[in-house]
């Protein structure tokens, strides 16, 4: 069965430190997103794409944050200066297509700054 | 403005104990979706079920079920016999862009851990 696939599964790093997460959504998908889960609270939306580009940003998602697909089947998030407050699990999703609402989600990518 | 409210923040049962686990919604749309996904202790989001806000049929799949009732904006999560490999956090989530627009974005609850006892 297809799955959402994310690497690295754990990063560590020094504030100030320039972090990218890599995703790989289902093939043939068509709507991608990242989501932040701080540990022990809820999952919150940052960031949609779709078409190649933004479609929906959260308040979280400040100018440090930016999303790429690069090429046909992978999707970045790059947090550009992390900071202590950024240490989350970070979760890839993908959504098939118009009328077909669910989202299927990687296993995250557990970051933590020191 | 959306939200969803898990007001269960932890509950603790011993295996084969039924149990519900509560969700409300806010929305203005008259259009969304309703989702719940688990959380085990490995930390991945499976999906457990999508209705949409057309459909108020109850739905059972093996031990579970799901209640969702608009008039009071819920859409509560039974498993009955529960056994220990339940154990984990459940959300439950609000989509409003019914017609596939381009964001889509889930509205998650803060979730509810169940710790099922052997």
């Known amino acids: 069965e297809p799955e959402v696939t994310q690497t690295p599964s754990h990063q560590v790093t020094q504030m100030g430190q320039e972090v990218i997460l890599r995703c790989v959504p289902i093939?043939?998908?068509?709507?991608f997103y990242w989501y932040r889960q701080i540990l022990g609270q809820k999952v919150e939306f940052l960031v949609s794409?779709?078409?190649?580009?933004?479609?929906?940003k959260s308040e979280i998602f400040d100018d440090q944050f930016s999303v790429e697909r690069p090429d046909g089947s992978n999707f970045t998030l790059k947090i550009r200066s992390t900071k202590l407050e950024d240490s989350a699990m970070y979760f890839c999703?993908?959504?098939?297509?118009?009328?077909?609402?669910?989202?299927?989600f990687g296993p995250g990518t557990r970051l933590l700054v020191l | 403005a959306q939200k969803v409210t898990q007001a269960q923040t932890e509950i603790s049962v011993v295996e084969k104990e039924d149990v519900t686990l509560d969700c409300v919604y806010e929305?203005?749309?008259?259009?969304?979706?309703l989702f719940w996904y688990k959380q085990p202790p490995s930390g991945e989001l499976v999906f457990l079920i999508r209705?949409?806000?057309?459909?108020?049929q109850n739905e059972i799949s093996g031990r579970y079920s799901w209640n969702f009732q608009k008039s009071t904006s819920s859409f509560n999560f039974t498993i009955t016999a529960s056994q220990v490999v339940d154990s984990a956090v459940y959300f439950c989530?609000?989509?409003?862009?019914?017609?596939?627009?381009?964001?889509?974005?889930?509205?998650f609850g803060t979730g509810t851990l169940l710790a099922v006892q052997p």
């Open positions: 209705r949409n806000s057309f459909d108020e």
């Open positions: 929305t203005r749309d008259t259009t969304y979706y």
């Open positions: 093939s043939n998908h068509l709507y």
């Open positions: 794409f779709y078409n190649n580009e933004i479609s929906e």
């Open positions: 989530a609000l989509s409003e862009d019914f017609y596939g627009g381009a964001t889509n974005k889930l509205i």
């Open positions: 999703a993908s959504r098939d297509r118009p009328n077909q609402e669910t989202q299927y």
